[in-house]
């Protein structure tokens, strides 16, 4: 298993271009099934996520072609299966997205449930009760998630929380059923807004997108489409968390600050000078960053996936911070690992008090989680001597060969493979 190695201490500086949005890239690559036409994207991030969709998509019958760059060709002219396998879906629970287009379709999708993951129980509940709503007929067997249906038809849905994956996923079974669907309840998330976005180049009538009602017209079909994916706030925002926390000066390049609104303004209450430009993002740190509270929240609020980032920085910094997580029950593993690089955090509950700490000091931990591996980078690189970062396969997951980017700003980051520690 790779590890990182990470000599702390010293500051950021320089440029790096900021990614495709894994978050946005998931559900669009799934939007492939829509149609028997190509679908060509650019901006698709080259991670783990990204591999084990693709996988997954190529084992159901797309064609799918890697073109230079980051782009993807993607053509479901031919699927032949409609099941989404264990072994898959259980490395990456987005693979339930596939639930939603393979119903509208084909009129059958056999996916497994995910089951539990390391920040807390997250259910499909809401999916499958959804797609019930549109007519779909719903059974679990040995595991599975069994669905059928004719064709399906519109209905008005109101999610019982909001859930990013949960729109998404009925937004794409809508596209192509019989009548108009309202979500309502709708996540706002500009990821939602992406694929929405795609799914109208596709021929899609939606509107509301953006709002918490969602407005669906259903289509018989939809084409081809091109389309490039969003940049990525959560990896945009990690890179600025870790420069307010080691100091120095950086620009993200590709990046899109209208969607990082509460990230940056909690950024700029930690001490960081920010300018923005349409797609650019320059930050400057010249002081110890200031504890800031963080309260996460559905967009427009600030962003679970940010909350770990955010917590590294607050635990050298000035004063004390309260955290509320209020998305996952259970999204503080990153805790105790801190702890072990000597930041000083309690936590009751879904509360955590981080008192800020002037050094710390550089050990080996372990990454429990894809955010949670990045709190440990952000720490480690602000941390005196050396960070060893156990089980980075969380990270690959996410972020586009991160240590490369850090490296570029000057960080002494390095990737040990696990044939160099064996
Ligand atoms: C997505 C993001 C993830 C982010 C999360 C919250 C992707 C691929 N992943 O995950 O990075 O952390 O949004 O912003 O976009 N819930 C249920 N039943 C359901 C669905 C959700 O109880 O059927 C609960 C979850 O357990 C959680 C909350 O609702 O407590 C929000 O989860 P949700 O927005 O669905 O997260 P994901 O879409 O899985």
Known sequence: MDRLSISGGYPLHGEVVVSGAKNAALPILCASLLTADTLVLEQVPKLKDVDTTLRLLAELGVKVTRGAGESVTLCADQVDRVQAPYDLVKTMRASILVLGPLLARFGQAQVSLPGGCAIGQRPVDQHIQGMQALGGEISIEHGYVVAKAKRLKGAVIRTDMVTVTGTENLMMAAVL??????????????EVVDLAELLIKMGAKITGHGTDRIVIEGVERLHGAEHSVMPDRIEAGSFLCAVAATGGHIRLCAAAPDTMGATLSKLEMAGLQISIDRDSIEAKMD???????????EYPGFATDMQAQFMALNTVASGTAVVIETIFENRFMHVQELIRLGADIEVDGHTAIVRGVEHLSGATVMATDLRASASLVIAGLKAQGQTIIERIYHLDRGYSQMEVKLGQLGARIERLSSRDTA
């Open 287 to 297: 002081q110890r960053p200031k504890a800031v509270d963080i309260r996460t929240h």
């Open 177 to 190: 059923a019989q009548g108009v669907t309202v979500l309502e309840n709708a996540a706002r998330e500009p």
